[in-house]
């Protein structure tokens, strides 16, 4: 198999530490453990487009693309982890312009 899934008598979340302690065949030895593997993540991307056309067939185009991303403790409430993740962290600018012009033949 893939996968094997755990009984309750296997597996055991120590809430003192966060910390899964299983016993994996049965004989009432921790066989191993590992933390807790929660994690809260967040990623905001936001585009504007502006486009003019100068002529007709001819444009100009100005772009701003503007990203965040957090990563923070997953059992904060909503409105600490918005402040935490988005409104805390460094926002990433990307500015562009594009020019288009058609060639009458």
Known sequence: DRFALFSDDQIN????NDVYEVDENRDSTM????GKPDFSY???RSNLVLRW???PGSELY???SQGVTGSANPTDDLFRS???QIFGQK???IFLIKATYRFML
């Open 82 to 84: 918005l402040d935490d």
């Open 31 to 34: 066989d191993y453990s590992f």
């Open 42 to 44: 967040v990623q905001f």
């Open 13 to 16: 979340l120590n809430t003192n």
């Open 91 to 93: 926002k990433e600018n």
């Open 53 to 55: 056309e100068y002529i």
């Open 62 to 64: 100005f772009v701003w």
